[in-house]
């Protein structure tokens, strides 16, 4: 059974830094296209990273030169570098993305459960 876990959310004062991975665990042959989601109270889900499997990257105008997405394929592994955290960064994190399986051979879509990452003074 393949399942994204999420883990590196806490809390943390504002200006800070914190880093999140998402591992595939599992029978995994690849991760491909991920994308990192958060959600605020009150506020809609929202794109903040994406890396495809060439490493091409992607972000949100709110987190641009803030946060760094990368990937480490020998360990099935995405990262989500956050420095100079604001208030408003406060929010649940979502790793979302495709992976192939490796005795089926079959490649499907799969969220993490989350992880809640809260900057306060």
């Known amino acids: 059974q393949v399942q994204l876990v999420e883990s590196g959310g806490g809390l943390v004062q504002p200006g800070g830094s914190l880093r999140l991975s998402c591992l595939a665990s599992?029978?995994?042959?690849?991760?491909?296209?991920m994308y990192w989601y958060r959600q605020a109270p009150g506020k809609e889900r929202e794109l903040v990273a994406s890396?495809?499997?060439?490493?091409?990257?992607y972000y949100a105008d709110s987190v641009k030169g803030r946060f760094t997405i990368s990937r480490d394929n020998a360990k099935n592994t995405v990262y989500l570098e956050m420095s100079s955290l604001k208030p408003e960064d406060t929010a649940a994190y979502y790793c979302?993305?495709?992976?192939?399986?490796?005795?089926?051979?079959?490649?499907?879509?799969?969220w993490g459960q989350g992880t809640q990452v809260t900057v306060s003074s």
């Open positions: 890396i495809t499997t060439g490493s091409s990257t």
């Open positions: 979302y993305g495709s992976v192939t399986e490796r005795a089926a051979f079959r490649t499907r879509d799969y």
């Open positions: 599992g029978s995994i042959f690849s991760i491909n296209n």
